[in-house]
């Protein structure tokens, strides 16, 4: 279990650290090279995707069922992602939205029902 939190650890950081940085990211093709530049705030936060990405790939679907675990980690991602949104972008949901929420989190805990 303490992989799955370090996955979704880096997972939302990741999603969290590239929306801050969206505007220090650039890419531009000039003289048929393509230019990319970014923040260290984006670069911080594309570390921390790929650091996800690596955990799920080489650990999480090697050592749990994925028909499992699958719907667990987007759902608890997706719920975060949500309230990092609401909280430190001040984005604003729909009262469909919050339901959405709301039916996401009463899945995960029927999933986990024995």
Known sequence: MLVISIYI?????G???LKLGSNSINVAIRNGNIDVSMG????????AYIISFLIYTFYIIKNYNLSYIYPIIT???QVLVVLAGIFIFKEH?????GI????IIIGLILLNLK
């Open 9 to 13: 650890f880096f997972t939302v950081g």
């Open 40 to 47: 260290y705030i984006s670069i911080l936060g594309f570390i």
């Open 15 to 17: 999603l969290i650290l």
């Open 93 to 97: 949901i729909t009262i469909m939205g």
């Open 100 to 103: 959405g929420i709301i039916l």
């Open 75 to 77: 759902g608890l991602t």
